[in-house]
T-cell receptor, first 117, second 113 residues
Framework: GAVVSQHPSWVICKSGTSVKIECRSL??????MFWYRQFPKQSLMLMAT?????????EQGVEKDKFLINHASLTLSTLTVTSAHPEDSSFYIC?????????????FGPGTRLTVL | LAKTTQPISMDSYEGQEVNITCSHN???????ITWYQQFPSQGPRFIIQ???TKVTNEVASLFIPADRKSSTLSLPRVSLSDTAVYYC??????????????FGQGTELSVKP
């Protein structure tokens, strides 16, 4: 149980194009999902909190117009990197909030490697 | 959100027990302690979660003293495949802080043959 998938697992794009990454909770419903970014040899950095049916909440310093988040259903959240540039190249990871018993726990997807040329 | 402090790295040998301690002096009453494991180029994997005393599952044990200002993840008889980064996180219920987790640097565990 508590499986989260991401698609694609890796993507290469040209500078200036937009890329969409999907995050799905496969066997549970998640009203809240999170998006993280991770650079090599660094920890995960929270980008935004995605709530189903409402606007995402972005962390300080994250451009909401550049990283568009849509949480249209209880099992799907998407992150669109608009007008991508080489500095956006990173490992993007999503997580979904699910129940682990007494409290809710974040379950993570496998990540998406984005390379912008 | 309570800040956590862990050793940056640890070395061990196959078959040994590994204990990774995490400090969280400012833990709040409603906070739970959760540990994740991450392999390179993969998303973090949930290991164990606890609130107080001791929690044990099929892969690890979590020891939490009465003051809850620290916690220790115990991995019994590690193998080479346990080489990974281990993160200790402290977080509240989603109803108070939206379930946010802030990752620290983690502990890079290296298991040698």
């Amino acid at each position: 149980g508590a499986v989260v998938s991401q698609h694609p697992s890796w993507v290469i794009c040209k500078s200036g194009t937009s890329v969409k990454i999907e995050c799905r909770s496969l066997d549970f419903q998640a009203t809240t999902m999170f998006w993280y970014r991770q650079f090599p040899k660094q920890s995960l950095m929270l980008m935004a909190t995605s709530n189903e049916g409402s606007k995402a909440t972005y962390e300080q310093g994250v451009e909401k117009d550049k990283f568009l988040i849509n949480h249209a259903s209880l099992t799907l959240s998407t992150l669109t990197v608009t007008s991508a540039h080489p500095e956006d190249s990173s490992f993007y990871i999503c997580s979904a909030l699910g129940s682990s018993g007494r409290t809710d726990t974040q379950y993570f997807g496998p990540g998406t490697r984005l390379t912008v040329l | 959100l309570a800040k956590t402090t862990q050793p940056i790295s640890m070395d061990s040998y196959e078959g040994q027990e590994v204990n990774i301690t995490c400090s969280h002096n400012n833990i709040a009453t409603n906070d739970y302690i959760t540990w994740y494991q991450q392999f390179p180029s993969q998303g973090p994997r949930f290991i164990i979660q606890g609130y107080k005393t001791k929690v044990t599952n099929e892969v690890a044990s979590l020891f939490i003293p009465a003051d809850r200002k620290s916690s220790t993840l115990s991995l019994p008889r590690v193998s080479l495949s346990d080489t990974a980064v281990y993160y200790c996180l402290v977080g509240d219920s989603p109803y108070n802080q939206g379930g946010k987790l802030i990752f620290g640097q983690g502990t890079e565990l290296s298991v040698k043959p």
